[in-house]
Each structure stands twice: as C-alpha cells, then as structure tokens.
C-alpha cells in the first residue's frame, strides 16, 4: 500500500471512491487556503494608494508552492491519491486570488494611481512566473540531491 | 462569538468557492479541450465580474469578508494561472502562453470594470 498516504488510512478513504475523495480534498484545501488568505488580508489591509502586500505575497506564495507541488506530485512521486487535489487545487488554488488582484488594480488606477496600478498589474505578473519557474526547477534538482 | 461565527463563513464559502472552480473548470475543460487552459480563464473571468459587481454596489465590511475575500476570492485563481502559462512556455507554446498571462489580465480587467458599472448601476 506505498500510494496510500496517512490521511486515507486514518479516515479509511480507501473505501470511497477516487471521485469523492478529490472533492473532499478540494473542499478542506480550498477552506484552509481561504482562511490563510483572509487572515492575511485583514491583518494587512492596503491603505489607499499603496502596494496591496497582502495579496501580492498570497499570490507569489501560492504560485512558489504550486509550481513545487505540481512537479513533485505529477513527475516524480507516486502521491496519495488526494495529495494535489488538497494541497494543489484547494489550498494554492483558494490561497492565490485572481478576482482581488483585478479589483485593486483597478481601484488603484480609478483613484487616480495608474503607476501603482500599472506596476502592481506588472509586478504580480513576473513575480508569479518567476516562482513558478524557480519552483519547477528546485523541485526537478531535488531528484538528484 | 460573532468572530467565529463570521472566520467559520469563510472557511465554508472558501470551501465552496474552491470547490466551484474544480467543478467548473473541469467541465470546461472537458467540453472545449486544447492548449489554452480555458477552464482556469472562465473561472477567474466570471469572479473578477461577479467581485467587481460587489465592489461596485458598496459591498463593505463582513458581508464583503464572506463573499468577496471568501467565496469569489477562492474561486479564482492566481496560482493555477502562472503554473499553467509556465507549462505552456516550457512546452515550447509560447504564443499561446502570452495569450494566456496577457489575455486573462487585459480580459479580465475588462470583465471586471464591467461588473463594477453593472453593480453601480443596480446600487
């Protein structure tokens, strides 16, 4: 039983099937992902016209574990079989918001700060590809180490 | 009391909202399959609208928690976005890539002023 992760033997998941065992996995990622988010933000709020940190770090974040997540899950280990429904389309999924980032670029821009706006647009663009190269490359080399 | 109540409204709609764009994206993807990751582009479309939509009609405090941070911020996707467009690029596809990072930023953008006038408007 070498693919059966910890989680499915203590809550005896072997016995549902796969297709209920991804969405199970989709839901309690997609909480604990939203949870994180949520704190973050109201832990951090952007004042107006500045930088939203909160969201900036979420995505970039989010885009670093997805990119090693993917790698790791799909090219080189033989997963559990919910392992990348909870971490990856649950938790990165719902951590990482693309409808937040739209609304404060455009906030920014309609108050007035197209620059912010423009660069924030800009900057969550290269920050997220940039992880999500860097991800796929740490999580290949690994194999090797 | 009320502060659990509301942070447990978030895990539950976060839940739904993940729950959503698995749901939808896999039947887009299914019906319309190709390089270009269309399920990911519906979903974060249509929840940039539907926040925008929120915004616009002065959604604010815990109501906006719940739904906006909540519910639409966990369906879309910020994360699935790049690792996909990176997938694309180093599958030598670096058209459809470009089309993909841009296309969804510049549509997106647009889907959601639009729903921003339309909730204005409905205000």
Known sequence: MADVGPLTAALKLGTMSMARVRHLAVLAGGALGALARAGLEEALPARPGGWPWATFAVNVAGALLLGWVTTRLTEMAAPARYARFLIGTGFCGALTTFSTLQVETLRLAKSGHVGVAASYAAASLAAGMAAAVLATIVARRRRYG | ?123
């Open chain 2, 1 to 123: 009391m009320t502060t659990w109540l509301i942070w447990g409204g978030v895990a539950l709609l976060g839940a739904a909202g993940a729950w959503a764009r698995f749901t939808l994206g896999a039947v887009v993807a299914a019906r319309r399959p190709g390089p270009f990751p269309l399920g990911t582009f519906t979903v974060n479309l249509t929840g940039g609208f539907l926040l925008g939509a929120l915004i616009g009609a002065s959604l604010t405090g815990d109501a906006l928690l719940l739904l906006g941070t909540g519910l639409l911020g966990a369906y879309t996707t910020f994360s699935t976005w790049m690792v996909e467009a990176q997938r694309l690029g180093e599958d030598g596809a670096l058209r459809t890539m470009w089309l993909y990072l841009l296309g969804s930023m510049v549509v997106g953008l647009a889907a959601t002023g639009a729903g921003w006038m339309l909730g204005e408007a409905l205000r």
